[in-house]
């Protein structure tokens, strides 16, 4: 009861205080205030206009600017410190029956900074290739802390000045370069450069770059030309596209020509042995002087409806003077063009709006403003309460699985839930799996918010189940219908993340094997023949797989006694002189704190020996110093690979011949670093599902190139397609219709490596 009584009050008190904070009278009657207003921003400086209503004269003001600052006057004006950022501003109202009023709003609050971004750039033949070396100058403002240039053939740089080399001639590019400053005022500017489309081979050939800048008497332009061209030219003659010339090396000319005007100029070379070139270039009169700054800023009031479904906003623009065109983004869909625009929002409130204005001068420059528009309508009030429950559901098998139903108030938008084992979610009925010990107790407390930003919270504690770890697993292991007379057992345990865990070891007896103490949960297990038994069976995952990701899965919930694992066969060669050899370096495991190994050195990474076709025809056990032979093979083609669960190695191709009948260097790395033997990726990074009876499609999250093969239970590789391109997320048709029906595993490998993904036709 007094839980309940708690709880209620709570909910009186949230309500009371959100029908203070939008203006709501706590006053009976008509003596009261309808509180309204509105600001503008200059800088940092915020100008407050109160717009309130009262039955009866207002006596006195209280305005709380968010920031621990206040007023008394009707209108004030607050600086706030330089940034971007939120205050929440409060204005109390009081009339002259001692009654108040209370509203507050939400502001974005913006610091004066500006910023502008510029460069120039000049060109010099690479004298180490055929392509140009640029020098970039960054003639960006001063308070730029940052940037970043995109040269325009998929390279950047973050560097004030750059030097970079293209190696096409003719080539044209985009060259951008954006600024940042620390209060978060960016800009971007792009200008095309084609890159000269000289042969090398020629004889002679011309070239030259300029400079573009403003003289002193700020009436004209001073452009500096440097010569690029070969190194063999002994004279040469500039026209300047004005009537003059000149027959330096590096002229620099003055031009005080109309804004616009676009001026050819000429430069004709001429060496010793009489070749001439000549190249001609356009000079743009005033476009290329970094004299021309700009600057973005606006302001706005926003009136909202009395009903409280519509906001009108209006904007008025105070960028600089210079500045002849703008257009306004508003967040919603819509735009603008004209200086000074009135937009209206019909908006949910909570609603959040990105409004941008672009502004650009005569001369070309351009700069960019956003800011953020909270709509949080007046003159509402809105309650809530949270609550849930929860079920154990029964069908997981690894952990503890529950559901949890949501019962809080309809009016609820957003959900936030903590099961209090560090993890959480956003969705409404959330379904969680616990891994911690048994009979550990969980606080799971659900936040709901609504769309006025009423909120909510309850928890609740859930004790796990008390499960007693005390289970056995145990079994046969057969080669076709004769127990495998000696061998070892391992058994691999699938941990919190999917990846599997060596738990054990047993030594075959009789070919039996039997796992004691067992905790509930996933289980694979391999049977591995010793040196005795190696020449008649190959490693083989319960029941009769080959590899670990097709294994059959053991979901422990009780004891699982009278399995039986059937081994696979080796492959029956014709003897020869051939033999290969080699070692894996670190054969070591991943330690966990739940190994109890009885013959862990005994147990390690199977090496499989393949065919040409692609099928498994034998497998090695390497030894305590990673040793591992495979002897009296015929010659021909082979390819080798290392496996382990959770881990397969790339192949390694050989050769046997009669001039080379033995190889005995190959090494593979299998440490943690994995040079050779590459971890399996997440299985959430691909996707597969059949679109028909012969297809399936495949999505990958990750684009790149990709060697897709499918693989039979047995080792054979019935399907293979090297460096197939694959684009993120988009769905690649793999026609499967040559394969028949079975349980195959789909291999997906690439430099960072390897997806397996189990397919069932």
Known sequence: MSQKFTRMLFVVLLSMAGTMSYGASVAAGTDSCRIKFSYYMQDSVVHFIDSSSCSSSAVSYKWEFGDGSSSVLKNPSHVYARGVYQANVCLTVKNEYNISSTACKVIMVRGSDSCYAGFNYYMQKDSMSSGFKIYFMDTSSPNVISRMWNFGDGTSSAIKDPVHTYLVPGATVEVSLIVNTSFGCMDTVK?????????????????????????????????????????????????????????????????????????????????????????????????????????????????????????????TDQSSPNVINRHWDFGDGTSSVIKNPVHRYTLPTGSVVNIR?????????????????????????????????????????????YRFTNLSSANATSYYWDFGDGTSSVMKDPMHVYRLVSGTQAVVTLRITTSMYCTDTVFKIIALPQIANNYFLSGKVMVKTTPLSSGIVALYKKNSINRYILKDANVITNGSFKFEQLEAGKYIICAIPDINNSDKCLPTYYVNSLH????????????AQ???????????????VGSISGNVIENTFEATSESSLKSATQVTYNVYLYSASGEIISSATPDAMGNFSFQNLPYG??????????????????????????????????????LAVNPVKDENEITVYYVSANQIAVRVREAGKY????????????????????????????????IPAGTYLLKMQNSEGLLVKKLAK
């Open 191 to 315: 200008r095309i450069i084609t890159i000269p489309n000289i042969t090398p081979q020629r004889e002679c050939y011309a070239n030259f770059s300029y400079i573009s800048t403003k003289d002193s008497s700020g009436l004209g332009i001073m452009v500096t030309f440097k010569d690029m061209s070969s190194p063999n030219v002994i004279s040469r003659r500039w026209n300047f596209g004005d009537g003059t010339s000149s027959v330096l090396t590096n002229p620099s000319h003055r031009y005080t020509l109309p804004q616009g005007t676009a001026i050819t100029v000429w430069e004709f070379v001429k060496t010793s042995v009489n070749c001439y070139d000549s190249v001609s270039k356009t000079v743009m009169i005033p476009y290329d002087v970094p004299g021309d700054t700009c600057v973005a800023y606006f302001n706005y009031i926003a009136d909202y409806d009395t009903a409280g479904a519509a906001v009108t906003v209006y904007f």
């Open 357 to 401: 204005e672009i502004v650009t001068t005569s001369l070309g420059c351009m700069d960019t403003i956003s800011r953020r528009l909270h709509i949080v309508y007046p003159y509402r009030t809105d309650s809530c309460y949270a609550n849930f429950t929860y079920a154990q559901d029964s069908t997981v098998s690894s952990g503890w699985g």
């Open 637 to 674: 083609n082979y390819s080798l690979n290392v496996e382990y669960p959770n881990y397969e190695s790339r192949s390694m191709t050989v050769n046997l011949t009669q001039t080379t009948p033995s190889v005995n260097n190959i090494q593979f790395s299998v440490d943690r670093l994995a």
């Open 548 to 559: 670990w990701s097709t294994a059959n899965e053991i979901d422990l919930k009780s004891n």
């Open 707 to 738: 060697n897709v093969s499918v693989v039979s239970i047995t080792g054979s590789i019935l399907y293979q397609n090297n460096a197939l391109d694959f684009d993120a997320n988009t769905d690649k048709i793999i026609d499967l219709k040559n």
């Open 562 to 576: 009278g399995l039986t694992l059937k081994m696979m066969a080796v492959k029956s060669l014709t003897a020869g």
